[in-house]
T-cell receptor, first 113, second 116 residues
Framework: DAGVIQSPRHEVTEMGQEVTLRCKPI?????LFWYRQTMMRGLELLIY????????DSGMPEDRFSAKMPNASFSTLKIQPSEPRDSAVYFC???????????FGPGTRLTVL | SQQGEEDPQALSIQEGENATMNCSYK?????LQWYRQNSGRGLVHLIL?????REKHSGRLRVTLDTSKKSSSLLITASRAADTASYFC????????????????FGQGTILTVHP
């Protein structure tokens, strides 16, 4: 298996622009998680899905952030408009319902200028 | 807020020595997990210990869990330069009904440096 795939790996954009991060979970996994990692706040859970349905989005910072999972093999995290404080590494992770172990993607390093 | 608090924040040792990292948490848990993150990479699962377990081993890793103190420790024996990484504990909190929320809360991590 290729593991969790994220794209792009790096994204540099200017303040005010829309940013879309993409994730392909491991095939057959039921859960998908979006995290944000910064030096100041560590690793924060933004939102997670179970069977493509958002379960908990309490970690989404504000309305500028939105996430979708249109099918079992694809999810997006969108920031519109982006701000410099959104600069971070964004990770996607997935897991199967039969296990508690999460499998992480390589992350997307976002820089908002 | 972070569920897990880790100690120390950074640890520097020589190859061959043992490394011990500690994690404290605040709420009742179903399980506690340890993950490793190499610089610039995603997190990799190392070991999981359930709330009814006290100790678990996996190769050179030993994890203990004390639910009365709400704490866990990760011991890496005979460390190698390749063990250099950040190590995170993550808790699967228990709901009032005794079930899992289905999500993990991560600590701030311990940066381990193993010198050759």
């Amino acid at each position: 298996d290729a593991g969790v795939i994220q794209s792009p790996r790096h994204e540099v954009t200017e303040m005010g622009q829309e940013v879309t991060l993409r994730c392909k979970p491991i095939s057959g996994h039921d859960y998908l998680f979006w995290y944000r990692q910064t030096m100041m706040r560590g690793l924060e859970l933004l939102i997670y899905f179970n069977n493509n349905v958002p379960i908990d989005d309490s970690g989404m910072p504000e309305d500028r952030f939105s996430a979708k999972m249109p099918n079992a093999s694809f999810s997006t995290l969108k920031i519109q408009p982006s701000e410099p404080r959104d600069s971070a590494v964004y990770f996607c992770a997935s897991r199967h319902d039969s296990t508690d172990t999460q499998y992480f993607g390589p992350g997307t390093r976002l820089t908002v200028l | 807020s972070q569920q897990g608090e880790e100690d120390p924040q950074a640890l520097s040792i020589q190859e061959g020595e043992n490394a011990t990292m500690n994690c404290s948490y605040k709420t009742s848990i179903n399980n506690l997990q340890w993950y490793r993150q190499n610089s610039g990479r995603g997190l990799v699962h190392l070991i999981l210990i359930r709330s009814n377990e006290r100790e678990k081993h996996s190769g050179r890793l030993r994890v203990t869990l004390d639910t009365s103190k709400k704490s866990s420790s990760l011991l890496i024996t005979a460390s190698r330069a390749a063990d250099t990484a950040s190590y995170f504990c993550a808790t699967d909190a228990m709901s009032a009904g005794g079930t899992s929320y289905g999500k993990l809360t991560f600590g701030q991590g311990t940066i381990l440096t193993v010198h050759p």
